[in-house]
């Protein structure tokens, strides 16, 4: 059916490669789906339904449960298309069962795994020069961390100069060409920001140096790692909701300059919370909740993507910064271990799911503050643990090799 088949380039987004697929063909790609679906049907007729019927829903990400039939729909489109030279699978993205933090899905891309709320699906922005040089779309200008070009260091463009309608090549479908007819590759660009140049080429995996140690973003760490730093200094430091899907360059370069001074930066905001709580509170911290002076630390430190605190270094502070509060005799702080965990902070602490947590409870190693009734169940949002008592559990029975006290300990 296609003639011509360009190579893809190994970042390239499946939709701009279909765009150049068509393009080569003479094709026009709001003229191609339906075609491929007849295609299909004459083919494998059960799975002509399971074609999306344009670009924007092409991709297998916006699949619903049931995207298995998806999936050998695009496989026999690979085969169809391309007899096999590439597949079409490897280029989609994927979901995934991962999750970061307390409860953000995630997105799967040549391994990489992307927090969905930091995936653009629709006005994506581009590089000018990038296309320019190649007229294709790459995957991370999805991502809406990357707000400049590593390769130029310019700024991302989001409008047309002439039409000022936003960028947006799968509406468009057309890599490079704005609806108004417009050559995007001949916008006139902008310097970026060297933090904003910087946190894009974590993100693309670029390994520039030893540059920017001290930030904690630009350390030699996984692209996820990055992800899911900045998710917690959305939900913990600036409580956005998310609702709040605008990722701007005013919240990055706060994101970055808060991560500069790293671990202090968190060491302090824990040590104003803390003072504050013990300063306003008006009787013992004793039935306190943990969660009504720190909100939702523990939780949102978890899975930044990884459970592990040998590689989360978010987690790592936060424990530090706890297991002198419980450990050190007479510490200033000390009132604080006495404050209470939900089941779900717990689970937290110990690194352990709800229903281990339960056995632990059942098996009289962890003893809620509270007397239960005898077939009352336990609501996991109900402080009911003392701070002191789980980390004390979790340092004498749940040491493992990537989550131990000495991770964060310094050695003698
Ligand atoms: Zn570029
Ligand atoms: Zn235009």
Redesign the pocket.
């Known amino acids: 059916m296609f003639l011509i088949r360009p190579d893809p380039e190994f970042d390239e987004s499946l939709e701009s490669y279909i765009i150049r697929l068509a393009e080569a063909n003479r094709f026009r790609v709001k003229k191609l789906f339906p075609h491929l679906g007849k295609l299909l049907q004459k083919q494998h007729g059960n799975l002509a339904g399971a074609m999306a019927t344009e670009l924007s829903r092409f991709n297998l990400y916006h699949a619903n449960i049931s995207s298995s039939k998806r999936y050998w729909a695009l496989h026999l489109l690979s085969e169809l298309c391309c007899k096999e030279r590439i597949s079409l699978l490897e280029m989609a993205v994927l979901k995934t069962s991962r999750n970061f933090g307390e409860k953000h899905t995630a997105l799967f891309w040549k391994g990489l795994d992307i927090p969905r709320i930091f995936f653009r699906s629709e006005d994506i922005p581009i590089?000018?020069?990038?296309?320019k040089?190649k007229p294709y779309i790459p995957v991370f200008w999805h991502i809406s961390l990357v707000k400049a070009?590593?390769?130029?260091r310019?700024l991302l463009i989001y409008s047309c100069p002439q039409c000022g309608q936003k960028t947006d090549y799968i509406r468009n479908g057309g890599t490079s060409i704005c609806a108004c007819g417009f050559d995007l590759s001949s916008t006139v660009v902008k310097p970026a920001d060297s933090k904003l140049i910087r946190l894009a080429e974590q993100i693309y995996g670029f390994k520039p140096g030893a540059n920017g140690q001290g930030n904690l973003l630009f350390r030699e760490s996984s692209t996820e790692a990055v992800f899911g730093a900045v998710l917690w200094f959305r939900q913990w430091v600036e409580k956005k909701s998310d609702e709040e899907l605008l990722v701007n360059e005013a919240f990055l370069l706060r994101c970055i300059e808060f991560f500069d001074d790293w671990p202090s930066c968190l060491i302090s905001r824990l040590d104003k919370l803390t003072f504050e709580g013990l300063e306003y509170s008006e009787r013992s911290l004793k039935g306190t909740s943990f969660r009504s002076i720190f909100g939702a630390l523990l939780k949102v430190s978890r899975y930044l993507p990884d459970d592990q605190l040998e590689k989360n270094e978010v987690l790592k502070t936060v424990f530090s910064f706890l297991d002198q509060i419980v450990f050190q005799n007479g510490h200033p702080y000390s009132e604080i271990s006495l404050t209470l965990l939900d089941s779900f902070e717990a689970c937290v602490v110990l690194g352990v799911s709800i229903r281990q947590l339960a056995r632990l409870i059942e098996d009289g190693l962890l003893h809620p503050c509270k007397q239960l009734k005898d077939s009352e169940e336990i609501n996991p949002a109900t402080p009911l643990f003392r701070l002191k008592d789980v980390f004390v559990l979790w340092s004498v029975a749940f040491q493992s090799r990537h989550s131990n006290r000495n991770i964060y300990l310094s050695r003698w």
């Open positions: 590089c000018p020069q990038c296309l040089e070009c590593p390769k130029h310019t």
